[in-house]
């Protein structure tokens, strides 16, 4: 009896113990490591509160499988914007509460500081990142400098790098066709939209170097592989501030879009983890993630001050953010909207077009 | 020892040697002549250069030096499939995904023979064997003995002139090997063919061969027919390899043409006959076959030195009735006993004189 | 032995033998099952149990059936109504239901479950849902007032299609078939993609173990000849690659063969190409063919080896003896005997290879593109349905070949070493 009740109490006390643990399941990588100086840590220390961080190839599908099978061990995670949604809609998500984020450190109500579009009905933008393009400076002095550029074999000819994917390519394209921003998915919309998008495709094809894996744009153009490719922009900035390649990314055409804190349906410490996604998506909380990946704060607030990069303690953040004004001056928002009703069939259509 | 090539030999190896590392040789100077028809074995411990030989005669391994000749030609350079030679091997080797019909067929195939004389060839070889009705088995389905009897088969089948076997019972329990040990004679002399046999089990090859060579340390030790080689062995190794033997160490004390008074370590003198130890006081070893060894009187030559002898143990054996004796220090001296109802029985302890023909005794090499 | 068979054999004490002998092995045999029970339950829960869930995955959605039972009821009571031109009645019962999606937050998820066969739908259901409650009838006139699509025949029999929980469609669309106003057809020639990537996969994998095979079966033939030092020596060679991760070997292979890499720097360099010329061998199917290759090389060979180790040479020198060229000797005597080393190694490169998309999704460019990046991308984008059905077929398919295997060569002669 006495043995039994020892067995329990210790049983009860891991399960505690465990209880008291917030799991984050994050990219891993810089971006997993950004996040774990930038949140965990820090909340860790105001809290008193434990926290890890686990690493996924993509939390969204690990999530999807862990709520489906009704053995939920991860409290937080972060996700692709449509990916929230998307979960969202099935059900899969907890709910939380806007109107309980915090206000911005100068006293905006988070309603009106939080970027249009990062806030929803189950997640919390943690940083917006972008699909940018990138060039080798040695190879360009007078670089190209607008989405078009990157379809002018004529002026700058060399390869190109492309994502493998249907979905920031086709939009890019109809940025290079001269499509404004603002009618790029309402062309996308329809067929002879599609159709157009892969008609500029079509004139570069030949050319491109298709990449899969994020990390392997800037490598590609390291290696002289490509003349310019598209890349996500915190990858490049890698590469030129953290490792000094004379890489220069250039802005105009850029798709952006927010990436979330979500916390799946069924989490095992549910309350702590939207405290832990208060905490994070603070002013203070997006800023310290900002310092460490160029990816940029979704809320006015966290953008007034200068962010110093924490791998070097001088370079400013500022020019190297999607979210700065001027690199959004010919910026895309990715419609997620779009892309949650439109993938799998434009991805069907972006396979025949790349195998024909 | 060396014998002569004789210009009328079918196969002929001269002056062949043999390396594989080129640090020792494996083969040494071999000579060695064999007539057409006849059963040549190849008898030894393992190591000793027999199954070398016989890789080199098929083609498997090319002699480091000397002339192997076929048939008068020279076949250092032809390769084994334009040899003709068959082969039997140890564990058969009849190629498992074939049917024996299959596997008997193989050679005539790729010698480019029509499909009736195929059949009709292979029916023959396979009757020759006893096995006709085993054509269309797989290998696995045959026990040892068939398989046995289908590689023979196979390696007629081609009707070459010279067939080589290497160890071809050695997988087969004792009853069937001596079954089979017959037919395959039985075969050598219906069909005329010359065979090489190599084993390393001296029944086999004294009863089957027309001559041995007994092969040690890379050298023929000895070439005779088989009562040569049992009754008169030319060096103790191959007196000790062949059949049971008691040998007894002492010095040559008077040496008269053949005839030798040979004085044991232990002080007795006994007669013998000197083979190739033929020193006055020099060392030999006396080798004195069981069978050969007397202990009655009337049965010794007259005047023979007879040596005491204290009886051990007596074995009964069936036929014979083995005595271990002591004689002369030793105590591994055997004697064998015809078991007639005459016999008379010795019992351990006894004290008795064992004698023998002089010619029974053979002074031979320390 | 004809007795046996004519009369019931029983023991000393009358028993019926085979009883007895059952009785006598019962023991034995409960206790060995006992040892194998732990590894039993391991297969079926790690192995069955997931390739169950996914096969039911593929035929089974209730995202719209649960969530619509207004609109469920009507279909089945009218099944045969015209998809062109629904009545008033199916359209109170889809308001009614959107409406309720709205309260329950179930729009996303029958709105997914539509958009399987009718994309764009999401958003649709979205709008209608927020909408419904303010819908006044009659409800056809104000839905197609809302949004014309709501009068798409298409999406009537998509809805009618999916108000059944078990369903085909995951099959149809792996099919490459398109769900329009008329009914399911065969899609746009610029849409058709997954049979086209069943037949380059197979032939891509065929390829890759051709080669595998023509490259391994010299090499297995020496790591089997050699002294066993020498032997062991080039053994780990073969298993280098196991020890490496993947993505490195991967990238290793980038490293040499990209247009930048060594070997074409050692190309130019030698002067055998000029800069301009330098040779395309990445990003397209020669890198795809030779990574694959390279990370599948030791399957083929382990079997081979360990069917080639118990080959004695003793065959060969038969078949050489017997008058056999060494060409005749390696087709008819060893090539034959090496057969089950070669189909299973060739069945594990194949099956290996029909699965694999890291690879090719990293070095294979626009044509690198195989089934298994499509089973990928479907399960990222939480269409599992589709990914599941899409896995099935490919199981399917190996299971075909599996049994012609079989039927050809025989399970029982596979060696896996």
Same mark, same amino acid.
């Given at each position: 009896?006495?043995?039994?009740?020892?067995?329990?109490?210790?049983?009860?006390?891991?399960?505690?113990?465990?209880?008291?643990?917030?799991?984050?399941?994050?990219?891993?990588?810089?971006?997993?490591?950004?996040?774990?100086?930038?949140?965990?840590?820090?909340?860790?220390?105001?809290?008193?509160?434990?926290?890890?961080?686990?690493?996924?190839?993509?939390?969204?599908?690990?999530?999807?499988?862990?709520?489906?099978?009704?053995?939920?061990?991860?409290?937080?995670?972060?996700?692709?914007?449509?990916?929230?949604?998307?979960?969202?809609?099935?059900?899969?998500?907890?709910?939380?509460?806007?109107?309980?984020?915090?206000?911005?450190?100068?006293?905006?109500?988070?309603?009106?500081?939080?970027?249009?579009?990062?806030?929803?009905?189950?997640?919390?933008?943690?940083?917006?990142?972008?699909?940018?393009?990138?060039?080798?400076?040695?190879?360009?002095?007078?670089?190209?400098?607008?989405?078009?550029?990157?379809?002018?074999?004529?002026?700058?000819?060399?390869?190109?790098?492309?994502?493998?994917?249907?979905?920031?390519?086709?939009?890019?394209?109809?940025?290079?066709?001269?499509?404004?921003?603002?009618?790029?998915?309402?062309?996308?919309?329809?067929?002879?939209?599609?159709?157009?998008?892969?008609?500029?495709?079509?004139?570069?094809?030949?050319?491109?170097?298709?990449?899969?894996?994020?990390?392997?744009?800037?490598?590609?153009?390291?290696?002289?592989?490509?003349?310019?490719?598209?890349?996500?922009?915190?990858?490049?900035?890698?590469?030129?501030?953290?490792?000094?390649?004379?890489?220069?990314?250039?802005?105009?055409?850029?798709?952006?879009?927010?990436?979330?804190?979500?916390?799946?349906?069924?989490?095992?410490?549910?309350?702590?983890?939207?405290?832990?996604?208060?905490?994070?998506?603070?002013?203070?909380?997006?800023?310290?993630?900002?310092?460490?990946?160029?990816?940029?704060?979704?809320?006015?607030?966290?953008?007034?001050?200068?962010?110093?990069?924490?791998?070097?303690?001088?370079?400013?953040?500022?020019?190297?953010?999607?979210?700065?004004?001027?690199?959004?001056?010919?910026?895309?928002?990715?419609?997620?909207?779009?892309?949650?009703?439109?993938?799998?069939?434009?991805?069907?259509?972006?396979?025949?077009?790349?195998?024909? | 020892?060396?014998?002569?090539?004789?210009?009328?030999?079918?196969?002929?190896?001269?002056?062949?040697?043999?390396?594989?590392?080129?640090?020792?040789?494996?083969?040494?100077?071999?000579?060695?002549?064999?007539?057409?028809?006849?059963?040549?074995? +190849?008898?030894?411990?393992?190591?000793?250069?027999?199954?070398?030989?016989?890789?080199?005669?098929?083609?498997?391994?090319?002699?480091?030096?000397?002339?192997?000749?076929?048939?008068?030609?020279?076949?250092?350079?032809?390769?084994?499939?334009?040899?003709?030679?068959?082969?039997?091997?140890?564990?058969?080797?009849?190629?498992?995904?074939?049917?024996?019909?299959?596997?008997?067929?193989?050679?005539?195939?790729?010698?480019?023979?029509?499909?009736?004389?195929?059949?009709?060839?292979?029916?023959?070889?396979?009757?020759?064997?006893?096995?006709?009705?085993?054509?269309?088995?797989?290998?696995?389905?045959?026990?040892?003995?068939?398989?046995?009897?289908?590689?023979?088969?196979?390696?007629?089948?081609?009707?070459?002139?010279?067939?080589?076997?290497?160890?071809?019972?050695?997988?087969?329990?004792?009853?069937?090997?001596?079954? +089979?040990?017959?037919?395959?004679?039985?075969?050598?002399?219906?069909?005329?063919?010359?065979?090489?046999?190599?084993?390393?089990?001296?029944?086999?090859?004294?009863?089957?061969?027309?001559?041995?060579?007994?092969?040690?340390?890379?050298?023929?030790?000895?070439?005779?027919?088989?009562?040569?080689?049992?009754?008169?062995?030319?060096?103790?190794?191959?007196?000790?390899?062949?059949?049971?033997?008691?040998?007894?160490?002492?010095?040559?004390?008077?040496?008269?043409?053949?005839?030798?008074?040979?004085?044991?370590?232990?002080?007795?003198?006994?007669?013998?006959?000197?083979?190739?130890?033929?020193?006055?006081?020099?060392?030999?070893?006396?080798?004195?076959?069981?069978?050969?060894?007397?202990?009655?009187?009337? +049965?010794?030559?007259?005047?023979?030195?007879?040596?005491?002898?204290?009886?051990?143990?007596?074995?009964?054996?069936?036929?014979?009735?083995?005595?271990?004796?002591?004689?002369?220090?030793?105590?591994?001296?055997?004697?064998? +006993?015809?078991?007639?109802?005459?016999?008379?029985?010795?019992?351990?302890?006894?004290?008795?004189?064992?004698?023998?023909?002089?010619?029974?005794?053979?002074?031979?090499?320390? | 032995?004809?007795?046996?068979?004519?009369?019931?054999?029983?023991?000393?004490?009358?028993?019926?033998?085979?009883?007895?002998?059952?009785?006598?092995?019962?023991?034995?045999?409960?206790?060995? %099952?006992?040892?194998?029970?732990?590894?039993?339950?391991?297969?079926?829960?790690?192995?069955?149990?997931?390739?169950?869930?996914?096969?039911?995955?593929?035929?089974?959605?209730? !995202?719209? &059936?649960?969530?619509?039972? &207004?609109?469920?009821?009507?279909?089945?009571?009218?099944?045969?109504?015209?998809?062109?031109?629904?009545?008033?009645?199916?359209?109170? &019962?889809?308001?009614?239901?959107?409406?309720?999606?709205?309260?329950?937050?179930?729009? =996303?998820?029958?709105?997914?479950?539509?958009?399987?066969?009718?994309? =764009?739908?999401?958003?649709?259901?979205?709008?209608?849902?927020?909408?419904?409650?303010?819908?006044?009838?009659?409800?056809?006139?104000?839905?197609?007032?809302?949004?014309?699509?709501? $009068?798409?025949?298409?999406?009537?029999?998509? /809805?009618?299609?999916?108000?059944?929980?078990?369903?085909?469609?995951?099959?149809?669309?792996?099919?490459?078939?398109?769900?329009?106003?008329?009914?399911?057809?065969?899609?746009?020639?610029?849409?058709?993609?997954?049979?086209?990537?069943?037949?380059?996969? %197979?032939?891509?994998? !065929?390829?890759?173990?051709?080669?595998?095979?023509?490259?391994?079966?010299?090499?297995?033939?020496?790591?089997?000849?050699?002294?066993?030092?020498?032997?062991?020596?080039?053994?780990?060679?073969?298993?280098?690659? %196991?020890?490496?991760?993947?993505?490195?070997?991967?990238?290793?292979?980038?490293?040499?063969?990209?247009?930048?890499?060594?070997?074409?720097?050692?190309?130019? =360099?030698?002067?055998?190409?000029?800069?301009?010329?330098?040779?395309?061998?990445?990003?397209? /199917?020669?890198?795809?063919?030779?990574?694959?290759?390279?990370? @599948?090389?030791? %399957?083929?060979?382990?079997?081979?080896?360990?069917?080639?180790?118990?080959?004695?040479?003793?065959?060969?020198?038969?078949?050489?003896?017997?008058?056999?060229?060494?060409?005749?000797?390696?087709?008819?005597?060893?090539?034959?005997?090496?057969?089950? $080393?070669?189909?299973?190694?060739?069945?594990?490169?194949?099956?290996?290879?029909?699965?694999?998309?890291?690879?090719?999704?990293?070095? $294979?460019?626009?044509? !690198?593109?195989?089934?298994?990046?499509?089973?990928?991308?479907? /399960?990222?984008?939480?269409?599992?349905? @589709?990914?599941?059905?899409?896995?099935?077929?490919?199981?399917?398919?190996?299971?075909?070949?599996?049994?012609?295997?079989?039927?050809?060569? =025989?399970?029982?002669?596979?060696?896996? !070493?």
């Amino acid at each position: 009896m006495k043995k039994t009740l020892i067995l329990t109490t210790a049983l009860v006390g891991f399960g505690f113990a465990a209880n008291a643990d917030v799991t984050v399941m994050s990219w891993g990588g810089a971006y997993g490591a950004a996040q774990t100086e930038g949140h965990v840590k820090p909340w860790m220390a105001a809290t008193g509160n434990a926290a890890i961080m686990v690493d996924s190839d993509n939390p969204a599908p690990a999530i999807k499988a862990m709520v489906e099978a009704g053995n939920v061990t991860v409290d937080v995670a972060s996700v692709e914007y449509a990916d929230a949604i998307r979960l969202c809609d099935e059900g899969l998500l907890e709910p939380i509460d806007a109107a309980s984020l915090p206000a911005g450190a100068d006293g905006t109500p988070a309603a009106d500081d939080f970027f249009p579009g990062a806030v929803t009905e189950c997640a919390v933008s943690t940083d917006i990142w972008s699909n940018v393009f990138a060039y080798d400076t040695t190879k360009f002095p007078e670089g190209p400098t607008t989405a078009a550029d990157f379809f002018d074999l004529e002026k700058f000819p060399g390869k190109r790098g492309l994502k493998k994917g249907a979905k920031a390519v086709l939009e890019f394209a109809l940025l290079g066709d001269g499509v404004p921003a603002a009618e790029v998915y309402d062309v996308l919309n329809t067929p002879e939209g599609v159709d157009r998008a892969f008609a500029k495709l079509d004139t570069i094809k030949s050319e491109v170097v298709w990449w899969e894996a994020g990390a392997q744009a800037p490598q590609l153009l390291a290696d002289g592989e490509v003349a310019m490719t598209t890349a996500y922009n915190g990858r490049i900035f890698a590469a030129a501030v953290g490792e000094g390649k004379p890489f220069q990314i250039v802005w105009d055409g850029q798709i952006y879009e927010n990436e979330s804190y979500v916390v799946p349906k069924g989490a095992p410490n549910k309350d702590l983890a939207m405290d832990f996604i208060k905490y994070a998506t603070s002013t203070e909380g997006l800023r310290a993630q900002a310092a460490h990946i160029s990816y940029g704060p979704p809320r006015k607030s966290a953008n007034l001050e200068p962010i110093i990069y924490a791998g070097d303690g001088k370079t400013e953040m500022g020019p190297h953010l999607p979210t700065n004004p001027a690199n959004l001056t010919n910026a895309l928002l990715t419609s997620s909207d779009f892309w949650v009703d439109h993938d799998a069939e434009l991805n069907e259509r972006f396979q025949a077009w790349l195998s024909q | 020892m060396t014998v002569e090539p004789r210009n009328d030999a079918f196969v002929a190896f001269e002056h062949v040697q043999k390396s594989y590392d080129g640090v020792s040789l494996v083969v040494k100077d071999l000579n060695l002549s064999i007539a057409k028809g006849e059963f040549l074995t +190849m008898l030894g411990p393992s190591g000793s250069g027999k199954t070398t030989c016989l890789m080199m005669l098929a083609g498997f391994e090319t002699a480091t030096h000397g002339e192997i000749k076929l048939d008068g030609v020279n076949i250092n350079q032809v390769p084994p499939h334009k040899r003709g030679i068959g082969m039997v091997f140890q564990n058969y080797a009849l190629f498992p995904h074939m049917t024996v019909g299959e596997n008997l067929a193989f050679p005539l195939e790729v010698r480019g023979m029509g499909k009736d004389e195929r059949e009709s060839k292979i029916k023959r070889a396979l009757d020759m064997v006893q096995m006709g009705a085993f054509a269309n088995r797989r290998p696995a389905q045959l026990s040892g003995g068939q398989q046995q009897r289908i590689a023979l088969a196979r390696a007629l089948v081609f009707d070459p002139k010279l067939v080589l076997m290497d160890e071809p019972l050695g997988a087969l329990d004792k009853q069937l090997r001596e079954h +089979m040990q017959f037919e395959i004679k039985h075969l050598h002399e219906s069909l005329g063919i010359t065979v090489v046999y190599v084993t390393h089990d001296q029944g086999e090859a004294l009863t089957m061969s027309d001559r041995i060579a007994v092969f040690n340390d890379g050298r023929i030790q000895q070439l005779a027919p088989p009562s040569d080689l049992y009754e008169r062995p030319e060096n103790s190794f191959v007196a000790q390899f062949i059949g049971e033997n008691n040998k007894l160490p002492g010095v040559i004390e008077e040496l008269t043409g053949d005839k030798a008074l040979v004085r044991l370590t232990t002080g007795e003198l006994i007669d013998a006959t000197a083979v190739n130890a033929r020193e006055k006081g020099g060392k030999t070893l006396v080798s004195i076959r069981p069978e050969r060894v007397e202990f009655k009187p009337e +049965m010794m030559p007259a005047g023979a030195h007879t040596i005491d002898a204290e009886v051990i143990e007596v074995i009964y054996m069936g036929d014979i009735l083995r005595a271990v004796l002591k004689v002369a220090g030793t105590d591994d001296f055997v004697m064998k +006993m015809r078991n007639t109802l005459w016999q008379t029985k010795l019992a351990p302890g006894q004290k008795i004189k064992v004698g023998w023909h002089p010619q029974d005794a053979r002074a031979l090499d320390p | 032995m004809a007795e046996a068979t004519t009369e019931l054999l029983t023991t000393a004490d009358g028993r019926p033998l085979k009883a007895a002998l059952a009785a006598a092995q019962s023991r034995a045999k409960r206790r060995a %099952f006992f040892l194998v029970l732990p590894l039993l339950l391991f297969v079926l829960l790690t192995f069955l149990v997931p390739i169950g869930y996914m096969l039911k995955r593929s035929f089974e959605h209730d !995202g719209f &059936a649960s969530t619509a039972p &207004a609109l469920v009821a009507w279909f089945e009571a009218n099944p045969d109504f015209d998809p062109a031109n629904p009545p008033e009645e199916a359209y109170a &019962a889809l308001v009614q239901d959107l409406a309720r999606m709205q309260v329950e937050k179930t729009t =996303g998820l029958s709105g997914t479950r539509i958009n399987y066969s009718v994309p =764009g739908t999401i958003s649709l259901f979205k709008k209608g849902a927020r909408e419904a409650k303010d819908l006044t009838p009659p409800f056809k006139e104000s839905l197609v007032a809302l949004d014309a699509d709501w $009068g798409r025949p298409a999406l009537w029999r998509g /809805m009618q299609s999916a108000s059944h929980v078990y369903t085909a469609e995951f099959y149809r669309v792996a099919s490459d078939m398109k769900l329009n106003d008329d009914g399911w057809a065969r899609g746009e020639d610029n849409e058709r993609i997954y049979l086209y990537l069943f037949f380059k996969t %197979f032939l891509i994998s !065929g390829l890759i173990t051709v080669i595998c095979l023509l490259l391994a079966f010299p090499v297995s033939h020496l790591l089997a000849t050699l002294p066993m030092a020498k032997a062991s020596l080039l053994m780990i060679l073969v298993l280098l690659p %196991f020890w490496t991760s993947l993505l490195v070997r991967t990238t290793a292979w980038i490293a040499l063969l990209q247009e930048q890499g060594i070997v074409n720097d050692i190309l130019v =360099g030698m002067g055998l190409i000029d800069d301009e010329g330098r040779l395309t061998m990445m990003y397209n /199917m020669t890198g795809t063919i030779v990574a694959m290759t390279h990370v @599948l090389l030791p %399957f083929m060979i382990l079997p081979l080896y360990s069917v080639m180790r118990v080959i004695p040479p003793s065959y060969a020198r038969a078949a050489r003896s017997l008058g056999a060229t060494s060409w005749t000797t390696f087709r008819r005597v060893y090539l034959p005997q090496t057969l089950p $080393g070669i189909a299973a190694g060739s069945l594990l490169v194949f099956i290996l290879a029909v699965g694999y998309y890291i690879t090719p999704a990293l070095v $294979g460019g626009a044509d !690198g593109q195989l089934i298994s990046n499509l089973i990928s991308f479907h /399960m990222t984008k939480s269409n599992w349905s @589709l990914a599941a059905a899409i896995a099935a077929m490919l199981l399917a398919a190996i299971l075909v070949l599996y049994w012609l295997y079989d039927r050809l060569i =025989g399970i029982d002669r596979l060696k896996l !070493g």
